[in-house]
Nanobody, 128 residues
Framework: QEQLVESGGGSVKAGGSLRLSCTASGVEWSNNVMGWFRQAPGKEREGVAGIDEVGFRSFSADSVKDRFTISRDKAENTVYLQMNNLKPEDTAVYYC?????????????????????WGQGTQVTVSS
């Protein structure tokens, strides 16, 4: 059974850092695009960052550029989200996603309906 499991969430003060991990199992994920999304209370889920199959090309939301970095370890079927200089507005449940339907590019990378598999989410809380 295909499964994505996130870990690494928690509570930090503004300016702090966290690293989220998402480990995939049940399917050979090495040839799949993977990404991170988040949903804050009362808001729609939004794309945070995505990375291609070989870890060469990545996209990220303007709100996290220069603060968050996505990476992957293909041998471990794991994708990471390093989050630095966290802000209270980064507070959200963070979800891992995998397998994008169709060609993946900088215009469509965060379209939720095109991602096939989702994790259960991990909470990130940033206090001021």
């Amino acid at each position: 059974q295909e499964q994505l499991v996130e870990s690494g969430g928690g509570s930090v003060k503004a300016g702090g850092s966290l690293r989220l991990s998402c480990t995939a199992s049940g399917v050979e994920w090495s040839n799949n695009v993977m990404g991170w999304f988040r949903q804050a209370p009362g808001k729609e889920r939004e794309g945070v960052a995505g990375i291609d199959e070989v870890g060469f090309r990545s996209f990220s939301a303007d709100s996290v550029k220069d603060r968050f970095t996505i990476s992957r370890d293909k041998a471990e079927n794991t994708v990471y989200l390093q989050m630095n200089n966290l802000k209270p507005e980064d507070t959200a449940v963070y979800y891992c996603a995998a397998h994008f339907a169709g060609a993946w590019n900088d215009r469509n990378w965060s379209e939720e309906t095109r991602w096939s598999y989702w994790g259960q989410g991990t909470q990130v809380t940033v206090s001021s």
